[in-house]
């Protein structure tokens, strides 16, 4: 492939002192191009939170190097190339709870002191996501107002208000019920795939893994590639 990669993770390990020594992350090689999808998943206590945040640059590695858009991340850079390449989907929502379903997604603009008047262009497009996710009759309620698949709908578009290169997923679909998880896992790749983003997504769903085009498993500190969606293609039209 000659496409550079959007997020490239070069021997990054990940040490925690206390309570007890550990080396949680060994060594992992990753990268992630435009247009393409990915999960890692594996069991709890594994390190993928915590690899997710360093791979977003909220969280640093003990050793290795995280490059991003072809920018090799430093202290310097690290908060301008977060808040402009990468947007975030927690499980728990993040929203806030005082503030409109708009005003959510319009935050990180906000933060950045971009304008955010009615009648700007950002403005437009906190409501044409809104609109994208399904939400443009809920746009002014209060995130209080709103269910739990409404407010992961908020915060899918709130993701995407940067037009950032990368969207990068914890357990997206976590906190849902089954059939509400269903519907928000179908507009995530259809938003992602719309924008002509690179997904990450961290879950223990195996049916939303399956659905991307390659799935990783951390294990013992390790990350290996379970399958691509290519090979899963290939061994389908086999049978």
Known sequence: MNQTPLLIAEKVTKRFKEPTPIEILKGIDFALYSGKSAAIVGK????????????????????????????????????????????????GFHLLSDYTALDNVLMPLKIGRQATAKGSLQYKRGCDLLE????????????TMLSGGERQRVAIARAFINNPKIILADEPTGNLDHQTAEEIETLLLRCVKAEDKGLLVVTHNLKL??????????????????????????????L
């Open 44 to 91: 709890s206590g594994e390190g993928k939170t915590t690899l997710l945040h360093i791979l977003g640059t909220i969280d640093t590695p003990s050793d290795g190097v995280i490059s991003i858009a072809g920018i090799e991340i430093t202290e310097q850079n690290r908060d301008q190339i977060r808040n402009q390449e990468i947007g975030f989907i927690f499980q």
């Open 132 to 143: 994208m996710v399904g939400l443009q009759d809920r746009m002014h309620h209060q995130a």
């Open 209 to 238: 893994a399956n659905l991307l085009d390659a799935c990783y498993e951390l294990e013992s500190g390790h990350l290996y590639l379970r399958e691509s969606k290519d090979a899963k293609d290939n061994s389908l039209r086999a």
